[in-house]
């Protein structure tokens, strides 16, 4: 299993960047793919995730309205679309996979404990 994240970097507040996670060594038509992700100091936490079987998803109170998690099946890629961001979104940014029982059904699956695959993360920086 391999994922691997792209598409960070230095953005101003107010504007957008998409987040990609390219997938492979799964059945990706049958998952939940979510994003994390940890500022310095801070707890890791979910913020979104999609079920590629049936397009199910869930946000994170802080990024509803703002983010859109949606699958491209045919590339095996996830995206996260982020608009209108703000210095609180910085963060290092990682997909996982949910290969198990949930795969984003509800929104216990933003917890990391059902995530047993990893991307390397991708940064990004909002400045004020």
């Known amino acids: 299993v391999q994922l691997v994240e792209s598409g960070g970097g230095l953005v101003q507040a107010g504007r957008s960047l998409r987040l990609s996670c390219a997938a492979s060594g799964f059945t990706f038509e049958d998952s939940g793919i979510a994003w994390f992700r940890q500022a310095p100091g801070k707890e890791r936490e979910g913020i979104s995730c999609?079920?590629?079987?049936?397009?199910?998803?869930q946000y994170e109170d802080s990024v509803k309205g703002r983010f859109t998690v949606t699958s491209d099946n045919a590339r095996k890629t996830v995206y996260l679309q982020m608009n209108n961001l703000n210095p609180d979104d910085t963060a290092e940014y990682y997909c996982a996979a949910d290969l198990g029982v949930l795969r984003c059904a509800t929104d216990a699956s933003l917890r990391g404990m059902w995530y047993d695959w990893w991307g390397q993360g991708t940064q990004v920086t909002v400045s004020s």
């Open positions: 999609i079920s590629t079987a049936d397009g199910t998803t």
